[in-house]
């Protein structure tokens, strides 16, 4: 039989519903509708100015400028932009940041509204309002900038607008016109930021850019910081655009070298393209009313493509789907570089996009006993299995997946049913977990004996037999020096027993893996000190020279741990028991290897704070990761857990959100492990029917249902247990984005893939 964690209720499975909504046939008396205008009446929908607005943006953007003076003429002079924004871009383009003031800003449309604080206006210099009010765009000539005029303007304003704060004080202003009052101040922070870049990159005077940056921008970024502290809505820990960062960053970029990475990551390698960066970074602050936001057409034929993507049930859309965020042929880049595909846009995308179908490639026959568990190594080259072989020791199985999955290496030296595998970033070492407390490493590229498991072909490859490298246990904490002679049941007082492994991934904790074990302890081993580290536990356990715990709450006891994994960046470790809450602790302050072998930090100092807590508070079997490189990823902070109640749930463990559910398979009693797959794009679980269930990871739709793991099997000779039809596990190839595979209890490993009709 497969593995239990005991029996459950059997709860009703749940199956959406996916008929769509056919659409209607409009009526002869409909479609000739019009209003007394002549307009059809579907218009009646939208703000016939919004369209306007959006057209002519549309029309420029595709350089079609007279078009779009001709119907900005027929609209009755309808303006893309307002004129306040129009004054504000054409003195940024041109260089004239003298025209900047307080009061013009006061004057933007922003999204938030225009400032209105009474006192304000009458704070600045008369004459640099009336000079600005009565500015028009024709007056201002194309020149080149004034820069001591420049300087002496942004230190005017400054002190005007120190005066006006001063004056008005925080206690004058509600939440409303602060929001207002700090987006005019980051607006000025960003213009004298290009005003500091242009003195460094395009003047080459770095003496008066520090006296600009320690006078003027130092102040105003202070300034910004004090707003910010008003309203603590606005400090947001992940930002990359905070008063902190951009002090650093501006101090970096007087200090680094001439053509460092630093200095060419802040300047967009011209003055034009500064300075319309610095026009695309405003506009991000104006009501889109006032100013139509740039590619808007283009974003909504977007939304409108993955919408008709969805309505497919057999289809695949994601959010990041690379067809439709690559970005246009822009800056005089190489025209192959644009899209190989294009959109229809007379015409519904939905039938024909992404069609596809799940083929069975290979079946492995060589295990003798139930498959419970598969993982693909790292570089997608080797599959390795773990079934519950009563038969021999050799119940690991390495597969060559380049070499048509022959046999690589069979793993020996397993008295127990292996539940658990886990591979070393670089593919070379595997960890196995038993259903008891000793755990071994093996080295699969090491030496050994020859088997012919493999059958006789042209490119047959030998396999070897290896034996672990190292082996280890988690020593009880009354016994902190036990040997192989103390293992026995962790309920007599003997060693946890070790259920689950994963590796750190990043080399600053290069050769080190995290293990768990349901007997309510989670331990950090250095394979490469053949030691432990580090050992969390509660709160029975105290800290000592060698192993240091995490303190718990005397009220609350560590969790019997039966799954957990380590975020790829490594900064986060999730523990999953069988029931109750998935703890998140925090992973990134954990010494790394050159920390310890130069005696920076002492372990006993070391603790290990929770960082998130998700209340599932009902049976799972296993919590999976997506598969990813980029730490920026927005899929970085999704969990996938199985339930034991015919259900699979995907978080968000940093917000501590439920995102969706997945419904269909049946898993009821047994642990059915699931994964992310397909580019993250699709979810698959086993089923205890023997099924393989495919889900659409976004919508939640079933987009497969295979027949894995149900037929009979011959039972093996000298072997007593009857074969049995559960699907237990499903794993997808992290380097081959269309293939996966599933193992069962029938002993079989069916290798799949997809593939687009």
């Not at 021999?392 to 690589?408: A, L």
Request: aromatic share 10%.
């Amino acid at each position: 039989m497969p593995v239990s964690y005991g029996l459950s209720q059997n709860p009703e499975i749940f199956m959406p519903s996916y008929t769509s909504r056919k659409r209607s046939r409009v009526s002869s008396s409909d479609s000739g509708s019009f209003n007394g205008r002549h307009e059809p009446a579907s218009l009646n929908l939208f703000d016939k100015e919004q369209l306007a607005k959006l057209l002519i943006h549309a029309l420029k953007e595709l350089g079609y400028e007279n078009s779009a003076i001709t119907l900005q003429r027929e609209s009755g002079g309808i303006q893309v932009e307002s004129s306040v924004v129009q004054k504000l871009f054409h003195v940024i383009r041109t260089g004239q940041y003298q025209r900047v003031t307080l009061a013009l800003l006061a004057q933007l449309p922003s999204k938030y509204g225009t400032l209105y604080v009474e006192g304000m206006q009458l704070s600045m210099d008369s004459k640099y309002i009336q000079e600005d009010c009565s500015m028009k765009i024709d007056n201002i000539i194309s020149q080149g900038t004034d820069w001591k005029v420049v300087v002496a303007q942004m230190e005017q304003e400054l002190k005007n607008f120190e005066n006006f704060w001063q004056a008005t004080g925080k206690a004058a202003l509600h939440s409303q016109t602060l929001v207002r009052l700090i987006t005019i101040v980051e607006v000025m922070v960003l213009i004298n930021r290009e005003i500091f870049l242009e003195l460094i990159f395009e003047q080459k005077d770095s003496p008066s850019a520090v006296l600009f940056l320690r006078n003027i921008l130092r102040k105003y970024i202070q300034l910004w910081d004090s707003l910010l502290s008003l309203e603590n809505e606005f400090l947001d820990e992940d930002a990359t655009f905070t008063p902190e960062n951009l002090l650093r960053e501006m101090t970096t970029v007087l200090t680094s070298p001439l053509g460092s990475a630093q200095r060419s990551s802040v300047w967009r390698g011209s003055l034009e393209k500064s300075r319309e960066t610095l026009i695309e970074e405003i506009s991000d602050y104006i009501n889109p009313n006032d100013l139509v936001p740039r590619g808007r057409l283009l974003t909504l034929l977007k939304q409108a493509i993955r919408y008709q993507r969805s309505q497919g049930a057999f289809s695949i859309s994601d959010d990041n789907d690379n067809e439709l965020d690559e970005q246009m042929n822009v800056d005089g880049e190489d025209e192959d570089l644009t899209y190989q595909r294009k959109f229809n846009l007379l015409q519904d995308n939905t039938y024909n996009f992404q069609q596809i179908k799940f083929v069975e490639e290979k079946t492995l026959v060589q295990n003798v006993d139930e498959i419970w568990y598969l993982q693909f190594s790292p570089d997608g080259k080797y599959l390795a299995s773990a079934s519950s072989d009563s038969l021999t020791d050799r119940k690991i199985m390495i597969y060559d997946v380049e070499s048509d999955f022959q046999v690589y290496k069979v793993l020996a030296g397993n008295d127990q049913c292996i539940l658990y595998l886990s591979f070393s970033p670089d593919s070379r070492y595997i960890v196995s977990c038993p259903f008891n407390e000793m755990a071994n490493i093996y080295d699969i590229h090491s030496k050994g004996e020859p088997t012919n498991i493999n059958p006789a072909t042209r490119n047959g490859i030998v396999a070897e037999v290896i034996q672990p490298i190292d082996s280890f246990q988690i020593p009880n904490q009354s016994s902190p020096t036990a040997t192989n002679s103390d293992v026995g049941s962790s309920t007599c007082g003997g060693p946890p027993r070790i259920w689950c492994c994963d590796w750190f991934h990043t080399p600053e904790h290069s050769g080190r893996f995290i293990i768990g074990s349901p007997d309510r302890e989670v331990a950090i081993y250095d394979m490469n000190k053949k030691s432990i580290l580090f050992k969390l536990s509660g709160s029975t356990l105290q800290p000592s020279d060698s192993l240091t715990s995490l303190n718990q709450p005397l009220t609350e006891q560590f969790p019997r741990v039966h799954d957990l994994k380590i975020t790829f960046d490594d900064k986060y470790l999730i523990l999953m028991p069988h029931q109750g809450n998935i703890d998140v602790y925090d992973l990134s302050q954990f010494p790394t290897v050159d920390m310890l072998e130069k005696n920076e930090i002492s372990m006993d100092k070391v603790t290990m704070t929770r960082f998130s807590r998700l209340g599932v508070q009902r049976r799972m079997t296993c919590v999976s990761l997506p598969q990813l490189q980029d730490p920026t990823n927005p899929l970085s902070s999704l969990l996938l857990v199985s339930l034991q109640s015919n259900e699979l749930q995907l978080w968000d463990f940093k917000e501590q959100i439920l995102l969706q559910k997945y419904f269909g398979q049946r898993q009821e009693q047994f642990i059915i492990r699931s994964c992310f797959g397909y580019g993250n794009k699709l979810i698959a679980s086993g089923s205890e029917d023997g099924k393989v269930f495919l889900w659409d990871r976004i919508n939640g739709n079933i987009v497969g249902v295979l027949t894995a793991h149900m037929a009979d099997r011959p039972v093996p000779s000298g072997s007593t247990r009857k074969f049995g039809k559960n699907c237990n596990v499903v794993v997808w190839s992290p380097k081959d984005k269309p293939l996966f595979a599933s193992g069962g209890d029938d002993g079989y490993i069916k290798i799949w893939k997809v593939v687009k009709e």
